[in-house]
């Protein structure tokens, strides 16, 4: 009787202990799902343009980065979780469903009622992001919203808003400096705006149904307030009613510096097979909201701290005469001159326009004007759209420059000195075109003239 006790025993244990392993194993093979306080973590292809253009590609091909665009979720709430792309959980594979060959990008779903999800991702710049939303049954009125956060973690400009609707998403918001295309990752052609719906055209898998793959285009001029470097939001919220919405990030294209022999960097372009090289200097300050075990690449320089505590980022500053010297070889772009093309940016491919701003003359608008256009082909060589450079030397002190003046007051009550932000000076002098404010031109050209120098020379002035 015993020997049977203990066999029957031993058999229970053994039993046991198999439907664990098995349970395990198959827990392991299936999405897990996030409890509450647990850490999630997206990885989004990370590309950039490379050197070599084309007529088709005019920025260049696209090259995958070595490392991902990352996203995290703290205290992830019940329902909350990441998936693979597959044909369970989205239909098809990368490739199939219209992301990039050989990158592997991965989801955000959330299904518990009531609740949020919020990813938020390491500082970043970037050129164009690329995403498709999904939903099941019974998800009416769930949105997905995607912000920017400045790099103390302060809310930043609010980038778009989708709402589901029936059989589709409603593109509630879109910030007005940005473009959303539909099925078209080139950003041309006829574009989607505020208020269009967006069907959901694919299955999904287990997902429900999907959009086409959704593209927003970052804006190209350097003074709209959503380029430099910045933390991208990504947020799904959820409603009274049993289902699931999620959000597939195929990939983001970011901004990458020039550095040392990138042009010699292998690989293939993943839309064109292009070769020629791609940029790899990290443009911002490699800051992550959360714990990482990634190596930084290297940040962006920043000249001698003049002092006060506050770093500074200059970049070079020359001439009107040398522009006049180099009119072949303008930085491509556009600038605004003072009584000229309706007070309306003007290409610096408009040699004849750009010789007769740069000439200057007699009069306080010809004056400015050979200045300002100096220092706005400044900006453009130093990258201009889009910049992270000239993000933060906007940000810096004109004091950085090493210039000395007495406080000016402008007839529309600004006060500009040597601890007045470089973006103050550019705003004001743009306010002054356009709204002809002709008694404060001769204050700006002074500023501007000590800012460019008069070195005919391939020299910065005031170089740190």
Known sequence: MRKSLIVVCIALVFAGLVGYLS???SENRQTKPAHAAEFLRLKVPAVTHGFTTTTHLPNGDLF??????????????EGARVFPVNVENYGGDAEYIGALSGTEPQGLALSARNTTVRAVSCVESIWDGNLMISSTMGTEGDTVRLALESLDGTAGPELALFTVRGAGVEVTELHPHLMAFLNNRFAMGPSTHKGDFVPFSVSAGQNGSRTDLITLAWPMGFHSPLTG????????????????????????VVNRNRAPGDENNPGIGLL??????????????????????????????NPPDPGNGEECTAIC???PQYFRLNIDSLPRGVVLVAGMNNNRPMSTTDKRGMLIALRGGWTPQQQFNAEFTAAQLNMLNAGGDGSPTVFYALNSRLRCYGLDFEP??????VTLSPESHLRELYQVSRQCVALNMTEDLPALTRIFDLLNGNNPLNSCHNAW
């Open 272 to 301: 064109d097979r292009l070769r020629g090289g791609y940029p790899t200097g990290f443009p911002c300050k490699a800051e992550c909201p959360f714990p990482t075990d990634q190596i930084p690449d290297p940040q962006l320089p």
């Open 23 to 25: 349970g395990s194993a």
């Open 408 to 413: 000016v007051t402008l007839s529309n009550g």
């Open 229 to 252: 470097c910045f933390r991208v939001v990504a947020e799904i919220s959820r409603g009274n009613t049993e289902g699931t919405t999620s959000v597939v990030f195929t990939d983001i």
């Open 317 to 319: 500053y020359r001439s």
């Open 64 to 77: 995958l980065m070595s490392k991902p665009f990352e996203m995290a979720v703290s205290d992830a709430p």
